[in-house]
């Protein structure tokens, strides 16, 4: 069911995921239709957003998706042709190279987010091997998952959530799920100690910054804790998987093709993971 908060003015869409009894009062837990928010509401705060408003607003934001994915393939684009010129020698040479782009782990508490951004990570080019993980298993499962498929880049996201009413925006509990991709990343730097060894993203809607940068992120979510697009991760990822490993990223560089900008992504400067290597010649067979 696709309903919206009348509390909030419907600002977000949800999907609901369950109804519990939560301080003695029924609530639906809520998923976030196009943002890594996760939310409980009471039920006579629900209303149904029908299937023409759900379709006006999905237009915006395919619009916006749209113009983010434009805007990356050019940036990927204008790296390969920066390749292309440096491996021919300024064009001297026939091309005669081939590229090996990052292999990218993508670990989501969101079985739907998941296969939208498999999707995108198709049409970008991008490897990748994705799993549903529910975000409080995380930390269990990535360093068995690092060791089965050696990575360059990993991705710890789902959803997340700051309550005010649980504390202020510096304590890590009153935050839904960002100590599971803190412990997560823990495990994962436990494995692969070295920032430029292994690129992390983890993080989700309003998540805590400061500490997932801390616990070994190159890159996360929400430096002001605001909503994050479900598709933002694979931006990210995209720009690192295809940046050759002897640059630097500078982080604007990667944020300001993102849906969310600054004010919900941020990081630390990274060296990028594609690699170019030559001569480029196909086997033959001995018949041809």
């Known amino acids: 069911m696709i309903v919206g908060r009348l509390s909030h003015q419907c600002d977000i869409i949800f999907r609901v995921i369950d109804i519990m ?12 239709e196009d943002y890594r928010l996760v ?20 237009s915006k934001v395919r619009l916006l998706e749209e113009k983010s994915l434009k805007l990356f393939r050019q940036d990927i684009d ?3 042709l920066e390749q292309e ?16 782009p990052g292999r990218v782990l ?23 091997y994705g799993f549903h993980c529910n975000e409080k298993d995380m930390p269990i499962h990535v360093g068995p998952l690092i060791e089965q498929y050696r990575p360059d880049v990993l991705v710890i996201t789902g959803h997340d959530a700051y309550t005010k009413s649980k504390g ?12 599971y991709f803190i412990e997560a990343v823990k495990e994962a730097r436990k494995k692969v100690p070295h920032l430029d060894q292994l690129v992390i993203f983890a993080g989700a809607c309003q998540s805590h910054f400061e500490s997932l940068i801390l616990s070994g992120a190159n ?65 033959m067979d001995d018949d041809e």
Not at 85 to 100: A, V
Not at 168 to 179: E, G, L, M, V
Not at 219 to 238: E, G, M, Q, T
Request: hydrophobic share 35%.
């Open 168 to 179: 202020k925006k510096t304590d890590i509990n009153a935050y839904r799920h960002s100590k």
């Open 219 to 283: 890159f996360a979510s929400s430096p002001l804790r605001v909503n994050i697009h479900a598709l933002d991760p694979v931006y990210i990822v995209a720009k690192i998987s295809f940046t050759p490993f002897m640059e630097r990223i500078r982080v604007w560089d990667v944020l300001r093709n993102t849906l969310t900008g600054d004010k919900g992504l941020g990081g630390v400067e990274t060296k990028g993971v594609l690699r170019t290597g030559m001569p480029f010649k196909p086997v």
């Open 21 to 32: 009894e939560i301080d003695g009062q029924s609530k639906a837990i809520l998923y976030g």
């Open 85 to 100: 010129y440096k491996s021919t020698s300024g064009y001297l040479t026939e091309p005669n190279y081939f590229q090996i």
């Open 106 to 128: 993508h670990l989501d508490g969101d079985p739907s987010y998941l296969r939208k951004c498999l999707e995108l990570y198709k049409k970008l080019g991008v490897t990748v």
């Open 39 to 58: 939310a409980d509401a009471p039920l006579e705060d629900l209303v149904p957003i029908t299937q023409s408003e759900r379709s006006k607003r999905s």
């Open 78 to 80: 204008l790296l390969r």
